[in-house]
């Protein structure tokens, strides 16, 4: 069983568009986070979710928008997709109180034409 | 801030050669110090980590010592497999927000036969 599994794996759209990515846990885990990781390998933290409730939203654009349907889930959908939002997004999550370890997806590669 | 600086990579070395990958890092407080792998195709995982001053993180080989006179945590392996190729992540943990781990823009390391 995958503990942090992402979908879709590839993403190659179009400019202007609007696209979704999933993420689910089944690590019962409290706290979920997507982070961005550039072509130069460098990732940063986007959004984090504890308990569905929004904790962290780094200085990310609002045709960002993460949603919380529940604890073990944690969508992103982009509107409006542009160039330079290709990258690879990874989701991740980790247990409030544990020693800090995240546990991460394989990550979706999202290309934008 | 808060923030990690790693060497800059790609390292490339021969197999059983000794490996040094160095971390600094700057923080308000006292972080727990992580190093995470990424292997090609892959999500992050944790390699080892240390939460206090002195302690040595160890795994698979590698070994990293959480230096607060010197803000480091450099991770070392005495004798690197062609399977430690890979992108290596120092990362700092900020307790008193949410769990958020700030990353090092990663190393790559590749190791030849």
């Known amino acids: 069983d995958t503990a942090v599994s992402q979908t879709p794996k590839y993403l190659v759209t179009q400019m202007g568009n609007d696209k979704s990515i999933k993420c689910e846990q089944n690590?019962?885990?409290?706290?979920m986070y997507w982070y961005k990781q550039d072509s130069k390998k460098f990732l940063k933290i986007m959004f984090s979710y504890n308990n569905k409730e929004l904790i962290i939203n780094e200085t990310v654009p609002n045709r960002f928008s993460p949603k919380s349907p529940d604890k073990a889930h944690l969508n992103l959908h982009i509107n409006s997709l542009e160039l330079g939002d290709s990258a690879v997004y990874f989701c991740a999550s980790s247990q409030e109180g544990s020693t800090g370890e995240l546990f991460f997806g394989e990550g979706s590669r999202l290309t934008v034409l | 801030g808060n923030s990690v600086t790693q060497m800059e990579g790609p390292v490339t070395l021969s197999e059983e050669a000794f490996l040094t990958i160095n971390c600094t890092y700057t923080a308000t407080g006292y972080p727990s110090l992580f190093w995470y792998v990424q292997y090609p195709g892959e999500g992050l995982q944790l390699l080892l980590k240390?939460?206090?001053?002195?302690d040595k993180g160890s795994n698979k080989g590698f070994e990293a010592t959480y230096r607060k006179e010197t803000t480091s945590f450099h991770l070392e392996k005495g004798s690197v497999q062609v399977s430690d190729s890979a992108v290596y992540f120092c990362?700092?943990?900020?307790?008193?927000?949410?769990?958020?781990?700030?990353f090092g823009a990663g190393t790559i390391l590749r190791v030849k036969s």
């Open positions: 990362a700092l943990r900020i307790l008193e927000y949410g769990n958020k781990l700030v």
């Open positions: 240390a939460t206090k001053a002195d």
């Open positions: 690590l019962g885990h409290d706290t």
